[in-house]
C-alpha cells in the first residue's frame, strides 16, 4: 500500500523557517490535487495549502505571503516552505494526496514555534 512519508518538521523560533516534504512510497498516477493541511491542540483538522496539476495554488488566509507550496509530479513529491512562522502556526502538519477515486494522508510532522 502507497504511504505517504513527511519529514521537515521540528522547533524553530518565531520568524524563522522550516520546510516541509511530503513523498509517496510508491508511484500515484494521476495525482489532481497536493496539499498540506494542519492541527492544532484542541482544534480541527485545517486546510493550509494546495497546488493542483496545473500548478494553481490556494492558501489558508492565515499564512497568505507567509507559506508557498510546490510539487515535483516526477517523484511525486510536494513541498511547503515557511517563513515568519508564529506560535499560531504550532501544529501536527499532514499532507494529501487526491486523485479522481482516492485520498491519501501522510502521518503528519510536528511543527513547534516556540522561543
Known amino acids: 500500500q502507497v504511504q505517504l512519508v513527511e519529514s521537515g518538521g521540528g522547533l524553530v523560533q518565531p520568524g524563522g523557517s522550516l520546510r516541509l516534504s511530503c513523498a509517496a512510497s510508491?508511484?500515484?498516477?494521476?495525482?489532481?490535487?497536493m496539499g498540506w493541511h494542519r492541527q492544532a491542540p484542541g482544534k480541527g483538522r485545517e486546510l493550509v495549502a494546495i497546488?493542483?496539476?496545473?500548478?494553481?495554488?490556494n492558501y489558508a488566509d492565515s499564512v497568505k505571503g507567509r507559506f508557498t507550496i510546490s510539487r515535483d509530479n516526477a517523484k511525486n513529491t510536494v513541498y511547503l516552505q515557511m517563513n515568519s512562522l508564529k506560535p499560531e502556526d504550532t501544529a501536527v502538519y499532514y499532507c494529501?494526496?487526491?486523485?479522481?477515486?482516492?485520498?491519501?494522508w501522510g502521518q503528519g510532522t510536528q511543527v513547534t514555534v516556540s522561543s
Open positions: 494529501r494526496f487526491a486523485t479522481l477515486f482516492r485520498e491519501y
Open positions: 510508491d508511484i500515484i498516477f494521476n495525482i489532481r490535487t
Open positions: 497546488i493542483s496539476s496545473d500548478g494553481s495554488t
